[in-house]
Nanobody, 124 residues
Framework: QLQLVESGGGLVHPGGSLRLSCAASGFASDYNAIGWFRQAPGKEREGIALMTVTATVHYANYADSVKGRFTISRDNTKNTVYLQMNSLNPEDTAVYYC???????????????WGQGTQVTVAS
């Protein structure tokens, strides 16, 4: 069973930056990508970034809402995927989740393993 733990959330001023971490532990053979999602109060969960974690496929994708501002990366030695978030604005306020999927989509329904989430609040 794969466990995912997010960290790095917090309060940041508009225009600021945060880096989220998603640490993976345990074992599962049925995932090839890690995705980042977010959910604001009263809104649906939104897929914002994904990255493959296999040795043979190198692919990343972003939602239009974060493209150019957020960057996903990985450190295989630490089994950790990061989400660097720059130029944050109040609309980025949400609970951020990482999740693991066999496929390479930004659809939440395609993801099997989920972390517990970390709150990001952008406010002055």
């Amino acid at each position: 069973q794969l466990q995912l733990v997010e960290s790095g959330g917090g309060l940041v001023h508009p225009g600021g930056s945060l880096r989220l971490s998603c640490a993976a532990s345990g074992f599962a053979s049925d995932y090839n990508a890690i995705g980042w999602f977010r959910q604001a109060p009263g809104k649906e969960r939104e897929g914002i970034a994904l990255m493959t974690v296999t040795a043979t496929v190198h692919y990343a994708n972003y939602a239009d809402s974060v493209k150019g501002r957020f960057t996903i990366s990985r450190d295989n030695t630490k089994n950790t995927v990061y989400l660097q978030m720059n130029s944050l604005n109040p609309e980025d306020t949400a609970v951020y989740y990482c999740a693991a999927s066999e496929g390479y989509t930004l659809k939440a329904s395609d993801y099997v393993y989920w972390g517990q989430g970390t709150q990001v609040t952008v406010a002055s």
